[in-house]
């Protein structure tokens, strides 16, 4: 923030954002409230939803200082995993103005702590007064202090989202740039910035920048090592360290460090990667003080003139078009490469117009965002291309992009919640057995160190601190198989989650579809019955059918080419032979009536005079048509057409002509019916049924003079049209693409296209890659304002794509609505009809119908013309109806969604690869099953080892407080090789069974808590405890036993008990290795496996040669073995061992999952309704007769 005259000590206000009515009526309806440190933010966009403002207390916070001290610390890490707590052990409450931090909710009721940042100048007052016209303060806040200065400016920084304090009623707002002023407002700020107000912007909202912090790598390790599985792990490393237990520390902590390293590697490539999609400043010029001026775009404030520069420029900031026109390539929000036009503000002049509220949403076609691509900017006479700064920095479209990358909505996964409270219940094992053993051993008389060493060493037992680290390792294994099939990960706890996805949405061009549109061919008429398809249009008469496709378009010339909507540029490229040209930027071409002119290849250019205001062309050639573009009317998605009014420039006195294409069906209705060829709706049907998109063209001969032809209105040119043919275009789909989406398909996975593009063309391809099913029929969702202005919602039937049986049911369905009555209609069964709607219509529903939301999400096929926000709206609302979602897209405008989904996916390695969790090399959606096999083993993989760590703690736990009991110990070398050899080896070599090559119906379980895996987990240790058990008492049974003499001083290894359960439990963990070791449906068998297989050989073979016959050395010196002389013994120890090892593999691989125990479970629980509300909504929506009512006006209220 730049500084003012002076030496400022703290932060300066000098306006507030203007969104200020709604925090009025807040502070009325707060008013009788004692909570004046409370406060809800306006709905501007704003992230803080309740703030409430605290100031330090020095008392307490000297006895907070003295409770971290005492406690070790241990308070202060605390207080980093709680900030809160801090704040409450440290702080009190207080009024707005007095506080020095703010306790904030966010709208995912988040709870952070923010700093409040005050600066005080002490030179220089900053009146308010000449900011309240420009920012629109709210009345309330300056009608009695109108004349006021201020010289302190509270402001805090929650997400890169900047708040400033309103001192007259208590409160923060959100600074949201220049929005919330009528158009007309906005015009007469044209002139520019003074530069006397630029000090008090800067306090206001900052440098023009979207910073990226890349922080440095002792700070992402300082946040790493503080997470508390690694705090307790570290703990335990130096309480071994202690114990003299030096090996195992050492690899624990080796694995750790690895671990780690690799985790900051990523986060540290990941926001370098996001840093450099952000643009540096560049230089740009602006009009402040009334004259132009060069700055870099990082001191442009909102209320600056940027001027646009003819050649165009990549926006630094979002700004409103004042003068002029833009062809914008916007594909970093819309994902389209299709370049835009953008036109002037409305409301130079008093008018309707002028007088509607600013907003960008609305005047999206007068906005031009940040990061977009400025490619040709036009003006009037010797004017400049000029565009008002609305928004800077992170509050600008761009910036709102990065927020959404840097902070996503966490995605809570319940495996990862499960495991918390797995070990939370380890935890409660660990402090009885702490308990019991302290106990125990002071009944032994042992020493204090004793005591408290055996005491601990029996929670690190029971909560195993190679935990965290196991698992990591098996998504290090999965993200390497994904790395081999050029998936590529940055966040690895995604590779889990994947494994449960439900929904995949995809979105359209570049993903599911080749980038365009293709040519396929034109279907001319002729003696009033449509052609065969002519492929090379050239091979037609030059009449008024190769006439509209050269003319009828929006096309504008791009560096010497067409450039605009990719059917335009496909359409024209067909017709080979003819040029279209633009008036160049010299201000002599641009107010003339023609805006361009399409001419055949061997129709020379002409020269261009000027006749009484119209524009005549003095030509040689006569034989080759010439035309100019009076007049355009642009394609509108309602209108589904567009059309031009052209006139030839051989002959000035000849009338004009109007060109019209469109929709087939919309075109025939506009149409004398006389020349509708007679087989238009056969050839119409065949064409849609194969997938191709069908363009119609028309035509009118307007007997009015070209002057006229300027003020005609559109209804007077499209009707009484004369049917010419029909273009046919491809939009191809990827030959990778349905192969795919049937294989989801077979796996219960449910596909969704969420796209920027024409629906008709969304549900086209949708239709063609089998996202919509042959027998399903699309329900068209569509919102409008009635007369009385209330917000109604439409369902039609979306036919044009039908085939003919499809149409009859169709039919069927839509005579039973008369026969039944509107509430008595019988809807379609579930696998006849999915929804397709626009982004408009999202929009309105998202914010005003919570209930068709649902049932939208549950039953939509195609989301089309999506914004960027909508997509990962679209995502958020079916993740609350309990979808797992997967986004799989390849444009800037896909980051939010891919950010916001469980699992997303980028076929780009631009700005969506730095959002996305993964990242495919391979350009098509073959990724999406690969990650989802991955996921599922992984998931699968994760499972098995956390079952199988917390068993094998469980057994080592029982093993320990059965020798406890007798004042025994396993020893240290005992203690290393259970745990380095055995169980960690086993752990990490059993993570590496690859993905099963098939996708199966049935995803794996996300809970720990299930019943599967608690019936597993119980039973087996009910298993290995009464096998140790058993051996106890076998041992103590024998005629040779003697029992353990109790040296208070030492361990007393060597005993007979000790050796037995010794050699038990190391048969125990390879058995419950094997048994949690599964294969099919989600990884493949084991034996596939060669590393893992040759391990559990090796280790049982040796595990049995220690119990029978180990040499001296091994027995005696290291292991302190103290085994019996009688062999026979020994072999009834491994024959023992060898029962329990069975029944374990057998329980966990043929009882746990049979089909007879899940139908007990069934029939025990007796579920009543499923868990997941998409299935709720899905059987309402089968139960309700009357909906959807097709083809009919529903109205919500």
Not at 488 to 497: A, G, L, Q, T
Not at 589 to 596: A, P
């Amino acid at each position: 923030m730049m500084a003012s005259k002076g030496n400022p000590k703290y932060t300066v206000l000098s306006g507030f954002d203007s969104s200020i009515e709604e925090s009025r009526r807040i502070d009325d309806d707060m008013s009788s409230s004692s909570s004046s440190t409370m406060m809800m933010t306006s709905q501007d966009g704003g992230d803080v939803k309740t703030c409430v403002g605290f100031c330090t207390a020095p008392i307490k916070a000297f006895f907070y200082a003295i409770l971290c001290i005492l406690s070790c610390g241990v308070l202060l890490l605390l207080s980093y995993w709680k900030p809160q707590w801090r704040l409450y052990l440290t702080s009190e409450r207080c009024n707005m103005e007095r506080a020095d931090s703010v306790l904030i909710t966010n709208k995912e009721d988040e709870v952070f702590v923010e700093h409040v940042i005050v600066r005080v100048d002490e030179e220089e007052e900053v009146p308010l007064d000449s900011d309240v016209d420009e920012l629109n303060v709210q009345a309330s806040l300056i009608n009695a202090e109108r004349r006021m200065t201020l010289k302190t400016f509270h402001h805090f920084i929650h997400r890169h989202q900047r708040y400033v304090l309103d001192k007259k009623r208590d409160r923060f707002f959100f600074i949201n740039g220049l929005e919330a002023h009528t158009c007309t407002d906005l015009h007469k700020l044209s002139g520019g910035l003074l530069t006397s107000q630029t000090m008090k912007k800067c306090f206001l909202y900052g440098k023009n920048v979207i910073d990226v912090q890349v922080k440095p790598y002792w700070k992402l390790l300082y946040q790493e090592v503080l997470d508390p599985f690694y705090v307790f792990q570290f703990a335990s490393i130096i309480f071994w360290c202690t114990d003299e237990y030096y090996y195992y520390a050492g690899a624990i902590f080796f694995i750790s460090c690895v671990s780690i390293t690799l985790s900051l590697r990523q986060m540290r490539k990941h926001l370098e990667d996001l840093r450099n999609m952000v643009a540096t400043p560049c230089e740009t010029t602006i009009i402040r003080d009334g004259m132009k001026r060069d700055v870099l775009s990082d001191k442009i404030l909102p209320g600056d003139v940027l001027v646009i520069p003819s050649n165009g420029l990549t926006m630094p900031c979002d700004a409103v078009l004042l003068t002029g026109t833009c062809r914008v390539n916007e594909s970093m929000l819309t994902g389209e490469s299709v370049p835009v036009n953008k036109t002037e503000l409305p409301g130079r002049c008093l008018s309707m117009a002028g007088s509607r509220i600013y907003s960008s949403d609305f005047h999206k076609i007068h906005t031009l965002f940040c990061g977009t691509e400025v490619l040709q900017a036009r003006f009037y006479s010797k004017g400049m291309v000029v565009a008002l700064v609305t928004k800077t920095g992170f509050s600008t479209a761009k910036g709102d992009l990065v927020r959404a990358i840097l902070f996503p909505k966490e995605v809570g996964f319940k495996f990862f919640r499960d495991a918390l409270y797995f070990v939370g219940v380890l935890s409660i094992f660990a402090l009885i057995g702490f308990i019991y053993s302290v106990v125990l051993f002071v009944s032994f008389h042992d020493s204090n160190k004793q005591i408290i060493f055996r005491a601990f060493d029996l929670i690190t037992t029971v909560v195993p601190p190679a935990l965290p680290a196991s698992m990591t390792v098996g998504i290090m294994y999965a993200i390497q198989r994904l790395k081999k099939k050029k998936i590529y990960c940055i966040s690895p706890p995604k590779v889990n989650v994947s494994g449960k996805i439900k929904l995949v949405c995809f979105d359209k061009t570049g993903t599911l579809t080749e980038e365009g549109l293709d040519f396929h061919g034109v279907i001319p008429l002729e003696n009033n019955s449509l052609q065969i398809v002519v492929r090379d249009v050239r091979l037609l008469p030059q009449g008024h059918l190769v006439s509209a496709m050269a003319t009828c378009h929006e096309l504008t010339v791009q560096n010497g080419r067409p450039s605009g909507d990719p059917l335009d540029v496909k359409m024209f490229e067909a017709t080979q032979d003819w040029i279209y040209e633009e008036p160049g930027i010299e201000t002599e071409h641009y107010d003339q009536v023609i805006e361009g002119e399409i001419r055949h290849k061997q129709s020379p250019p002409q020269t261009m005079t000027s006749e009484g205001g119209m524009t005549s062309l003095i030509s040689s050639e006569r034989l080759f048509p010439h035309f100019g573009v009076l007049k355009r009317f642009p394609f509108i998605s309602d209108l589904q057409r567009m059309s031009v009014i052209v006139a030839s420039l051989h002959d000035v006195n000849s009338h004009p002509i109007a060109y019209t294409k469109g929709a087939p069906e919309m075109i025939a209705k506009l149409c004398l019916p006389s020349t509708i060829p007679a087989n238009f709706r056969h050839q119409l049907d065949k064409l849609t049924q194969q997938g191709f998109r069908v363009i119609a063209f028309a035509e009118k001969r307007l007997a009015i003079l070209r002057v006229r032809a300027l003020q005609i209105e559109r209804e007077q040119v499209e009707c009484d049209l004369n049917f010419l043919g029909l273009l046919v275009m491809q939009n191809k789909l990827k030959p990778e693409t349905t192969p795919v989406i049937n294989e989801l398909h077979r796996a219960a996975l449910r596909t969704v296209m969420v796209t920027g593009d024409n629906i008709l063309t969304a549900v086209s391809v949708a239709r063609e890659c089998n996202i919509i099913q042959p027998n399903q029929k699309v329900i068209g969702i569509e919102t409008y304002d009635n007369d009385f202005g209330d917000v109604k919602i439409r369902y039609n039937v979306i036919d044009n794509f039908m085939t003919d049986e499809e149409r009859e049911i169709q039919r069927r369905i839509l005579s039973d609505r008369y026969q039944h009555g509107r509430t008595g209609l019988t809807p379609p069964k579930e696998s006849e009809y999915v929804f397709a709607i626009t982004g408009k219509s999202f929009g309105v529903i998202y914010s005003q119908f919570p209930d068709v939301l649902d049932r939208i999400s549950v039953r939509g096929a195609v989301f089309a013309r999506m914004l960027p926000e909508q997509k990962a709206q679209i995502v958020q609302s079916m993740q609350k109806l309990g979808y797992n979602v997967c986004m799989c897209g390849d444009g800037a405008n896909d980051c939010g969604a891919l950010k916001t989904a469980n699992a997303g996916i980028s076929l780009s390695e631009a700005e969506a690869s730095v959002a996305s969790p993964f990242t495919s090399k391979v350009a098509n959606i073959t990724c999406v099953p690969i990650l989802i096999k991955e996921g599922r083993a992984a998931l699968a993989t994760s499972f098995s080892v956390f079952k199988y760590m917390a068993l094998y703690s469980l057994v080592e736990f029982a093993t320990v407080l059965i020798l406890y009991s007798i004042d025994s110990n396993l020893g240290d070398w005992q203690y290393l090789y259970i745990d380095l050899i055995l169980v960690l080896i086993v752990a990490l070599v059993m993570e590496r069974t690859g993905a099963c090559e098939h996708l199966v119906r049935r995803r794996p379980s996300g809970s720990l808590v299930s019943f599967p895996v608690l019936f597993s987990v119980v039973g087996q240790i009910i298993l290995q405890i009464l096998t140790q058990v058993l051996a106890y008492y076998y041992v103590r049974s024998q005629p040779w036993f003697t029992p353990v003499h109790i040296n208070p001083d030492s361990d007393n290894v060597m005993c007979y008990e000790n050796t037995v359960l010794f050699c038990v439990s190391c048969f125990q963990y390879i058995a419950l290795a094997i048994a949690f070791s599964t294969g099919a449906p989600y990884r493949k068998p084991m034996y596939t496996n060669t590393i893992y297989l040759v391990s559990v050989i090796v280790l049982t073979l040796l595990t049995i040669y220690m119990t029978v016959y180990p040499f001296e050395f091994l027995m005696e010196k290291v292991l302190q073995l103290k085994l019996p002389d009688d062999i026979w013994f020994r072999v009834a120890l491994v024959e023992i061992s060898g029962v329990a090892f069975v029944l374990s593999i057998v329980f966990d691989h043929a009882i746990v999952p049979s089909s007879w125990l899940r139908r007990f479970w069934v029939r025990v629980r007796r579920k009543r309704k499923p868990k997941n509300r998409y299935k709720v909504i899905e059987k309402g929506m089968l139960e309700d007769s009357s909906w959807p009512p097709i083809e009919c006006e529903a109205r919500y209220t």
